[in-house]
């Protein structure tokens, strides 16, 4: 059985910087595609950004571009979300989402993905 763990939220002023990680376990003999979602309150659930499973192709969402950063490190099974230049906007429950999927694919959808973390509170204060 797959669990992801994530960890690194916190309380950051706007404009500053926090990372967030995620580890997956369970399964090691074979890379994820991991990926980084968030909710805010009283809203739904959507994509920040994904990583594929060799880690060269990433996708991000608009609103983070050029702020944002998700790497991973296939020996540990870990995924890695670093966060600048953060906006009060940016304040939501942070998920870790991974799939062992082997289709070639951009993932940017919740249903494309198996296994998710517990969520971590992220809150930019203004």
């Known amino acids: 059985q797959v ?4 960890s690194g939220g916190g309380l950051v002023q706007a404009g500053g910087s926090l990372s967030l990680s995620c580890t997956a376990s369970g399964r090691t003999d074979r890379a994820y595609d991991m990926g980084w979602f968030r ?3 009283g809203k739904e659930r959507e994509i920040v950004a994904s990583i594929g499973r060799t880690g060269f ?3 991000y969402t608009d609103f983070v571009k050029g702020r944002f950063t998700i790497s991973k490190d296939n020996t540990k099974n870990t995924v890695y979300l670093q966060m600048s230049s953060l906006k009060p906007e940016d ?3 942070y998920y870790c989402a991974a799939t062992l999927r082997t289709d070639l694919v951009v993932r940017k959808f919740e249903y494309e993905y198996d296994y998710w973390g517990q969520g ?3 809150t930019v204060s203004s």
């Open 91 to 93: 304040t939501a429950v």
């Open 120 to 122: 971590t509170q992220v």
């Open 39 to 41: 909710q805010a309150p």
């Open 3 to 6: 669990q992801l763990v994530e």
């Open 57 to 59: 192709i990433t996708y």
